[in-house]
């Protein structure tokens, strides 16, 4: 398990190290002319980095640093992708499907536990008769990040910090497909998978911030919000705290805006 100071500096490193190199990317491609080149043409590059970093946060910057936390913490970092049956069974199909339809309504008969559960059991048959032939899971459905401790299989996927309540919805799909894909390969071995809310960017209670509370995606035991998650990467507590403090060292010093300024010129 890494100290603080350690986290801190992987952090640190992290950031600098993806931001830059997302920025020599966005820069190598050829950008459509705005007259605005004419006149203010390194704000315009600006602008196109920083707007580019905002839509891809998860994968640019949030991705590599969980990566880096979790295997300095002792996590196996998997780096196949979990993959669906070419043609999921029937009855696999059918109990994800009626778990979906009952999670969505108030007041259903599942919960994120008994909705896990009933998943797992259902794929106990592949034991005797395993699926041979799996593919590349369909758009949507696939894991950002697979880490493994314990023999434990940790899922992940980081979102938008405003979720609307189609995307809570689909967010909770999400979570139960994993578990239908990954149970139909490994029927007896063990996963959790959460999607992640990677910061809270209200004053208050995340989960009472958002539509509905989040539901139908269970709080907790299928999404984690800032600290649950950051902490259980690192093993450390209170890293979201060393990230801002990370974040806020390297604005001080200067060192990310003096790379990034030669990047432009």
């Known amino acids: 398990m890494p100290t ?3 986290v801190k500096i992987i952090i640190k490193d992290t950031v600098k190290t993806s931001i830059l190199a997302f920025a020599k990317k966005q820069l190598k491609k050829k950008p459509k002319f705005q007259i ?8 315009r590059k600006v602008r196109s980095i920083v707007g580019g970093l905002e839509t891809s946060l998860g994968t640019t910057l949030w991705e590599p640093l969980a990566t880096a936390l979790a295997k300095e913490n002792g996590f196996l970092i998997k780096t196949e992708k979990l ?3 070419v043609n999921i069974p029937a009855g696999l199909s059918q109990t994800l499907q009626i778990i979906i339809e009952d999670r969505k309504r108030d007041g259903g008969t599942y919960d994120a536990l008994s909705s896990h559960e009933t998943i797992k059991n259902a794929c106990q048959t592949f034991i005797r008769r395993p699926i041979d032939r799996f593919e590349k899971a369909p758009k949507g459905r696939g894991v950002d990040l697979w880490f493994v401790k314990d023999n434990i299989n940790y899922f992940f996927d980081t979102k938008t910090v405003q979720p609307n309540i189609s995307a809570l919805t689909a967010c909770m799909e999400q979570v139960l497909t994993w578990y239908a894909y990954f149970y139909a390969r490994f029927p007896q071995e063990h996963a959790e998978g959460r999607i ?3 910061y809270n960017p209200y004053k208050g209670n995340f989960w009472d911030k958002i539509i509905g509370k989040g539901r139908p995606l269970a709080q907790h035991t299928e999404a984690w919000v800032e600290g649950e998650f950051w902490d259980f990467c690192s093993g450390v507590e209170h890293t979201y705290a060393l990230i801002k403090e990370g974040f806020n060292e390297l604005r001080e010093s200067g060192e990310l805006e003096e790379s990034l300024r030669q990047l432009l010129d």
Do not use: G, R
Not at 36 to 43: F, T
């Open 4 to 6: 603080q100071e350690e």
């Open 36 to 43: 605005l080149d004419l006149i203010i043409p390194k704000e």
């Open 83 to 85: 993959e669906s049956p």
């Open 196 to 198: 992640v809310f990677p």
